[in-house]
T-cell receptor
């Protein structure tokens, strides 16, 4: 079965420092991966996706993600964190063997410290 | 101009009652979804419709019944509500199955 894992429940980063939120995947075939962000009391917002092509994917709000096939990872990154980046981040994968449903990781809470 | 809207935003009700949550999208998307987010923020798909046709029906109790009168609307009806149904329910839509999704603001259901 297709799945993603987010190994960290919480990540703390000082404002201005680079941030990384980790995601690893387990898929059969080519992966179709996503990152979403959820601010308090809001719905999820799409940040970026990887289908094929360049391993570095750029998304909204200055975020990018690096696809690494050998390490089966799709880590979310940002060069300089803002306090406003504090939120819950979800990695997700499309399960093409089960009606293309999207399977979400358990989420990683990102705290940016001023 | 809200892309995906849900009503109500909050719903407090007693065990055993029947309630509905409505969802509408004005993005022209073909696919709509219902998700349940529990108190630990774990997000799980419940249903998915593509052009009014049910394509994903996860193992949820049959007290939950989705209805899609047209491709812009996907409503969720819940019978005989139980304490464990308390959660935030999100509606979402996407241009097609398996692509990026646009989420609604959520409906917080509290069953007492």
């Amino acid at each position: 079965a297709q799945s993603v894992a987010q190994p960290e429940d919480q990540v703390n980063v000082a404002e201005g420092n680079p941030l990384t939120v980790k995601c690893t995947y387990s898929v059969s075939g080519n992966p179709y991966l996503f990152w979403y962000v959820q601010y308090p009391n809001r719905g999820l917002q799409f940040l970026l996706k990887y289908i094929t092509g360049d391993n570095l994917v750029k998304g909204s709000y200055g975020f990018e993600a690096e696809f690494n096939k050998s390490q089966t990872s799709f880590h979310l990154k940002k060069p300089s964190a803002l306090v406003s980046d504090s939120a819950l981040y979800f990695c997700a994968v499309r399960d093409m063997y089960r009606d293309d449903k999207i399977i979400f990781g358990k989420g990683t809470r990102l705290h940016i410290l001023p | 101009d809200t892309a995906v809207s849900q009503t109500p935003k909050y719903l407090v009700t007693q065990m055993g009652n029947d309630k509905s949550i409505k969802c509408e999208q004005n993005l022209g998307h073909d696919t709509m979804y219902w998700y349940k987010q529990d108190s630990k923020k774990f997000l799980k798909i419940m249903f998915s419709y593509n052009n009014k046709e049910l394509i994903i029906n996860e193992t949820v109790p049959n007290r939950f019944s989705p209805k899609s009168p047209d491709k812009a609307h996907l409503n969720l009806h819940i019978n005989s509500l139980e304490l464990g149904d308390s959660a935030v329910y999100f509606c979402a839509s996407s241009p097609d199955a398996g692509t990026w999704q646009y989420f609604g603001p959520g409906t917080r259901l509290t069953v007492t």
